[in-house]
């Protein structure tokens, strides 16, 4: 019998509701408290002290893992000291066999990974799992290639690896961070110890298992957990000829003041407040997807977040309709949720920040827009949000969020676009959106920024160099550039 | 009643149109693939399905008996299951539409008929407006035409335009759905375009493919056509429906293209006036999962009847 | 022998077949020849010369069209499934030392070019500042169908040496296993079409070189020719009935390594576009 008309309108009411379609969470293990991974193995820390690491989407502990002291410091840096003598004699092509099998296993390990990313760090499953986790396998596919190529990479040089390599990496890709500094530093033929964010720690230690699966040299690869104290001492000791840390730039400035006279290598890889250029000839579905993913992807917990929109005055309008009716279809929740796009804010902390600096937005007079969104009732939670109205210099526009809010502002021609994206102390990455082929190189010429999307945003990849100009940091991660920071050129 | 726009000199206009970044689309595509539409969602989202379902039959062979077996499969799609709904029209080639007529008759299910000269469209308007006129006279409650894929792709938007406008008024009350024929238009920005045109020149709904033609129904040129509805809608004020068709076989493939169209168009456009999916054996496979999800285990085609 | 209780077994032998278009096929001539007088091999005509052409011209574009780092894991597959028969291939060397060192080359020579893919273009290709107000770049491609000629010594690391370098760069292969000792290269078959390779991207053909070489030689349709395992007298050949479709004739040191043995088989492409606002 065909459907009766009331029947056909009751249904046409109902909405799409996507049912909860939750991430098997089964299979992973997180076990509830750990050592540090020194010397190859695991080992219980001389500091006494610890810390919880929780899931931001909860607050539910998760595990206890060490804040390791001076002592813990000096045994891995040891450790590594020892290592590097065997494994920067080893035949290059010895060392791509690790580098290899450790991406191997990530590939192998990948859902694994993808889950405790997502419940230590608060980001979407669908993220994890199809962006972090692939491309921290890739980077050591990439840079294994490398261990045993190194004389083409650097015509007339015989490459020389530095030593032993301190890195302290961020909360917002952890994985991903960790396998930039550790792949081309081991490629190169130094050995590291990296100690991961506070907040962020699991997902190296479960890499540290898999060193131990791919029966990595012992000491060749450390991992100390801790906080900032504890990536204080890593970098200032003696022992670390090479310093490698991303994070805010507030931080990279004191770690470049600690090591002045120390004759320590040192890349910083720091903040942004990126600009996103629409011009009026721009794909416009498109470049909405680009905006979206420039400042909501991962929260806006990305250092390169297409955080500040220039668009051209004459399409402000139709872009900025189109731009909010797309808020309306992300979905806020869950981590673990396939469907959810976005997750947690990774901290209380940085909750506040984020609601601090929203709070002087309002305050300085941008106009706010946020679409209807239910916040869990636990966890740490911020909907996306979009300011117009904004000057140059709101604080809004010039300090860097490190959330999902966007700041909306206008321009005329191309020549004002460069002027006001240019005007920041920061300069790691630019979005442009054109339709013009030549606009498109015209204006990448110009851009003061280490990466330039044009017509797509946020576009990671082992052989893609990124990091910044000015205050976003110096030296490059990815790439034949990306070995330069691990070698001596002789 | 749609009205068309009365246009002449179309062809700046349509150069004009903006243009689409394919890499951009095919991600946004494959993002909203990527939505995992489980249990009670998954329900819903199959019933819609059948409900939107434009069951066809586009072959040389077709006979009155083969029509009459496809009807009885569109009116009850389960014998013996009453909370399976109808789908929501046949399609069949014009000289089947009196036999579809007769088997549907007090129904509810509509006839819906291919015509001008489909699936090549290689022919004269003359031929092609009489042929509507006769599909209307035999019973069709809705025409698929096929836009002039030649006069498209030579530039000659206004043929393009007035041969939709004809073919409009040929229909009478009868909606019309303007097939692009998306996998011979070579770019995203000719389907833009195309979609641009036949909204202005009075379709009801425009339709991917005519099934004949490799690749037909995708989802990024299916996101692309919903995108120039929203613009249109926006524009206008007048809603134009969407209909996606060739190669949906799979109810993963269908909830997909239900997925893409209520993040893009809306609650408002799922409903088989502004939805329809062109397919055959895609009802069967949809008519499973319905059974798998009420019963938690995986079905065998045996049990579903093939007409 | 075997007696009752199968104490001696009697081994189920192996047939030697070609790999072309993803399949394992006898010649389609239906012969065979026994090179070391007593295992059948099949004796390749010019018409399977001719179907493994056309199978690997209809694999190019997906193989080239695949990034460069799925091409690297594609090769890097292969020598995860190569080193774990190492024990088959030793023995199929000839047991000893000597084929203990050719399998780990050859092992390495695959893993060695998987990690070339993703840096080929960064260090064969430039970006080349004009005088104007200009882009220019200039990216490898890969030449299309590349046959190679495989020498009879070594058996194995002979024909891997110069398949790995072409596959590295994106072309698709069609290789004369050696005439005198062709066992190797059709095992090795068995290895490539375990290791994700699409079907016809690697084809390999045995028989006789002086009937097969001509018509590899003269294919219209081949566009590049390794003649590393041939004699002076071939290379002649190869190189006279090259000229009517413009071939490449690679001829390369023998144990060298290098990403130019993968731009070897590599064209060129410059491109230009204006700067302007």
């Known amino acids: 019998m065909a459907i009766t008309k009331r029947q056909a309108a009751d249904l046409a009411k109902q909405t799409f509701d996507y049912a909860p379609a939750p991430e098997a969470i089964d299979h992973v293990r997180i076990q509830p408290r750990y050592g540090l991974f020194i010397g190859g193995k695991m080992v219980e820390p001389h500091s006494k002290k610890r810390f919880p690491t929780i899931n931001p989407a909860t607050e539910q502990k998760l595990s206890e893992v060490a804040e390791a002291d001076a002592i813990d410091v000096g045994k891995a840096v040891s450790a590594a000291g020892t290592a590097f003598t065997s494994w920067s004699r080893m035949a290059p092509s010895r060392r791509a066999r690790y580098l290899f ?355 797509t945003f946020n576009r990671f990849d082992p052989t893609s160099p990124f990091g910044g100009y000015k205050e976003s940091g110096y030296g490059r991660e990815g790439g034949v550039h990306g070995l330069l920071p691990y070698l001596e050129l002789v | ?110 006839v819906a008929s291919v015509a001008t000269a489909f699936p090549s469209g290689q022919s004269f308007t003359s031929i092609k407006v009489s ?49 692009l024929e998306t996998g011979e238009l070579g770019t995203y920005d000719g389907v833009r375009r195309a979609s641009i045109l036949a909204m202005a020149a009075g379709a009801d709904f425009i339709k991917t493919s005519t099934g004949k033609v490799q690749p037909a129904a995708t989802l990024p040129v299916s996101l692309v056509m919903m995108e120039a509805i929203r613009d249109f809608m926006r524009e206008t004020g007048r809603p134009v429906g969407f209909k996606a068709a060739g190669g949906i076989r799979t109810s993963k493939q269908a909830i997909a293209y239900l997925v893409v169209l209520y993040e893009t168009l809306g609650a408002e456009w799922m409903t088989p006036d502004r939805f329809r999916l062109g397919a055959s054996t895609l009802l069967n496979d949809v008519l499973m999962q319905i059974d798998k999800e009420r019963s938690g285990v995986y079905q065998s085609p045996d049990y579903f009847t093939i007409d | 022998m075997a007696n009752k209780n199968g104490a001696d077994r009697v081994e189920v032998r192996k047939t030697y077949k070609q790999y072309v278009g993803g399949e394992f096929v006898r010649s389609e001539s239906g012969r065979a020849y026994r090179p070391d007088g007593t295992v059948n091999v099949p004796r390749g005509s010019r018409k399977d010369l001719r179907d493994a052409v056309r199978a690997a011209r209809t694999a190019f574009a997906g193989w080239s069209g695949r990034t460069a780092m799925n091409r690297g894991q594609i090769l890097y597959r292969a020598a995860e499934m190569l080193d774990a028969r190492r024990a088959e291939f030793e023995e199929l060397l000839g047991g000893g030392r000597k084929s203990r060192a050719e399998l780990d080359e050859t092992v390495e020579v695959l893993v060695w070019y998987a990690g070339w893919t993703d840096k080929l273009a960064q260090v064969t290709g430039t970006v080349n500042p004009v005088s104007g107000p200009y882009f220019n770049f200039t990216i490898p491609e890969p030449t299309g169908v590349v046959g190679i000629v495989a020498s009879d010594d070594p058996a194995l690391a002979g024909l891997v040496r110069r398949l790995a370098p072409a596959l590295c760069g994106g072309n698709v292969v069609v290789a004369l296993a050696p005439e005198h000792r062709p066992l190797p290269a059709l095992t090795l078959a068995e290895v490539l079409a375990t290791s994700d390779f699409p079907s016809g991207v690697v084809n390999v053909l045995s028989g006789q070189r002086k009937e097969l070489l001509p018509w590899l030689a003269s294919h219209m349709d081949v566009n590049a020719v390794d003649v590393s395992g041939c004699t002076p007298d071939e290379v002649a050949l190869v190189e006279a009935a090259a000229a009517d479709n413009v071939k490449r004739v690679v001829k390369l040191p023998a144990g060298e390594r290098s990403p130019h043995l993968v731009t070897a088989f590599m064209e060129m492409k410059t491109i230009w576009h204006p700067i302007g606002v």
């Not at chain 1, 939670?381 to 809004?396: E, L």
């Not at chain 2, 246009?7 to 693939?33: F, N, P």
């Open chain 1, 101 to 455: 099998r450790i991406s191997r296993l990530i590939q192998e390990r990948a859902r694994e990974l993808a889950v405790v990313e997502t419940m230590d760090g608060g980001k979407p499953i669908k993220e994890s799992r199809d962006v972090d986790i692939p491309l921290s396998a890739a980077h050591f596919f990439y840079y294994a290639g490398w261990a045993d190529k190194l004389e083409w990479a650097f015509p007339n040089r015989r490459p020389r690896p530095l030593g032993v390599a301190g890195q302290v990496i961020p909360w917002n890709f952890p994985l991903l961070m960790l396998a930039w500094k550790i792949a081309p530093a081991l490629a190169a033929g130094n050995t590291v110890v990296l100690k991961p964010a506070e907040t962020t720690p699991l997902s190296a230690l479960l890499f540290a298992e898999i060193c131990q699966q791919a029966e990595l040299p012992a000491g060749v690869v450390n991992i100390i957990t801790g906080a900032g104290k504890t990536g204080s001492l890593l970098v200032s000791h003696p022992g670390v000829k090479k310093v490698a840390f991303t994070g805010s730039t507030e931080v990279g400035k004191l770690i470049q003041r600690s090591l002045a006279g120390s004759g320590k290598r040192l890349t910083l890889e720091l903040g942004g407040k990126a600009a996103n250029i629409v011009f009026e000839d721009a794909p416009l579905d498109q470049a909405v997807e680009g905006i979206v993913n420039g400042i909501y992807f991962n929260q806006g917990h990305v250092c390169c977040a297409g955080s500040r929109l220039l668009v051209q005055e004459s399409i402000a309008k139709p872009l900025l309709e189109k731009l909010k009716q797309r808020l309306s279809t992300l979905r806020l929740g869950d981590p673990l949720d396939k469907n959810t796009d976005i997750g947690a804010i990774n901290s209380k902390a940085q909750l506040e920040k984020i609601q601090a600096l929203v709070e002087s937005g309002i305050e300085e007079g941008a106009e706010i827009y946020q679409p209807e969104c239910k916040l869990p009732e636990r966890g740490y939670w911020f909907p996306p949000t979009v300011f117009t109205n904004v000057s140059q210099s709101y604080r809004i526009a010039r300090e860097e969020i490190f959330g999902p809010v966007l700041s909306v502002l206008t321009f005329r021609t191309p020549a004002e676009a460069v002027e006001k994206a240019n005007n920041t102390p920061y300069g790691l990455s630019a979005g442009v959106w054109t339709d013009k082929g030549s606009r498109i190189l015209w204006m990448a010429e110009r851009m003061r920024a280490g990466v330039v999307w044009a017509n």
């Open chain 2, 1 to 110: 009643m749609a009205t068309a726009l009365s246009l002449t000199h179309l062809g700046s206009l349509m150069r004009g149109v903006r243009s689409v970044d394919e890499v951009g689309a095919d991600e946004r595509a494959a993002s909203l693939a990527k939505r995992s539409i489980k249990k009670s969602s998954k329900l819903w989202a199959l019933d819609l399905a059948i409900r939107c379902m434009d069951l066809t039959t586009l072959e040389g062979s077709d006979t009155p008996g083969k029509v009459a077996a496809l009807s009885a499969k569109a009116i009850r799609p389960k014998p013996g299951d009453s909370s399976i709904p109808s789908v929501a029209a046949i399609c069949v080639y014009p000289a089947r539409v009196a036999d579809a007529r007769e088997r549907l008759q007090g129904s509810g299910v509509k």
């Open chain 2, 131 to 179: 042929e509507t006129r006769d599909v209307v006279d035999a019973g069709a409650d809705e025409v698929d035409m096929v836009i002039d894929r030649g006069a498209f792709l030579s530039g000659d938007y206004q043929k393009v335009y007035d041969e939709i406008v004809a073919i409009k008024e040929a229909c009478g009350s009868a909606h019309l759905k303007v097939i």
